[in-house]
């Protein structure tokens, strides 16, 4: 399979700015990136730079944006795994997609970043039909992950951060959990979603306990809805 088939083409741009964090999340993400930045300095110590994060927590919370982030921080290529085409259903040709992609982002020096990696990181229990071959996958994972280059950078996102195998989880240097936005933190999101609209599209009801992903996506929803309606007016003032 063609390496180009193995990732996504994504080329949004997110800044850190955009990422609504936790201050324990922020303060462990900002070192991250100093941490890169400042390499050199750190290895004459004899300091090892992080370079292997999981990302775990509930869907639409931001993992995926925060590895975005930390690309555009890092002024790095991001490199996103298309698990739809990685997977096969012989392992051992799943193996060697996750090698390729492993590979292209250690000679580029990029950020490759794993979503849903619970997929192909699941624990190896004798429940599995094909027990062997999941080893198999579990463990090209590791040693793809112990001799990852230290010049790039591994980020793992899952929803189930139960099932992954133990022995890839403590292979990751840095552990940030995302859980669901409060509702201060969700209307400071709201207010930055609907600022570049005018003002009295700005001030729709709000939904809470829901994720960042839901609420912009229903935020979004309400005000084209209103957007529509004006147009639909201008163009025939009859309608009421």
């Known amino acids: 399979m063609n390496i180009y088939d193995l990732i996504i ?3 949004e741009v997110v800044t850190l700015a955009d990422v609504f964090l936790t201050n324990d999340n922020q303060n462990g993400i ?3 990136i100093k941490e890169h930045k400042y390499v050199n300095e750190l290895h004459k110590y004899g300091l090892p730079v992080n370079n292997k ?3 775990y927590g509930n869907s639409g919370c931001g993992k995926t944006t925060t590895a975005k982030a930390i690309a555009n ?9 298309n698990l739809s085409n990685v997977v096969c259903s012989r392992i051992g040709e799943t193996s060697q997609n996750v090698k390729m992609v492993f590979d292209k982002a250690g000679k580029e020096k990029a ?3 794993l979503d849903e990696f619970d997929q192909i990181g699941k ?3 004798n429940e599995d039909g094909d027990v062997g071959e999941m080893r198999r996958l579990v463990n090209t994972i590791i040693q793809l992950i112990d001799y990852y ?3 790039a950078l591994l980020i793992c996102a899952t929803n189930h951060p139960e099932i992954i195998d133990v022995a890839l989880t403590r292979r990751f240097q840095l552990r940030i959990g995302f859980e669901m936005p409060g509702s201060i933190v969700l209307d400071s999101y709201y207010d930055k979603l609907l ?8 001030n729709i009801e709000r939904k809470y306990d829901i994720s960042f992903a839901e609420a912009k996506d229903y935020a979004y929803t309400v005000v084209k809805s209103l957007l529509i309606d004006e147009l639909d007016k201008q163009v025939n003032p009859a309608i009421l």
Do not use: C, G, S, V
């Open 149 to 151: 280059p230290k010049e």
């Open 195 to 202: 600022a570049h609209f005018p003002e009295h599209m700005q």
């Open 73 to 81: 921080a890092l002024d790095k290529k991001i490199i996103i795994l």
């Open 9 to 11: 083409n994504d080329k």
């Open 30 to 32: 900002e070192q991250l």
């Open 53 to 55: 994060i999981l990302l």
């Open 123 to 125: 624990e190896r229990d």
């Open 111 to 113: 950020i490759l970043f």
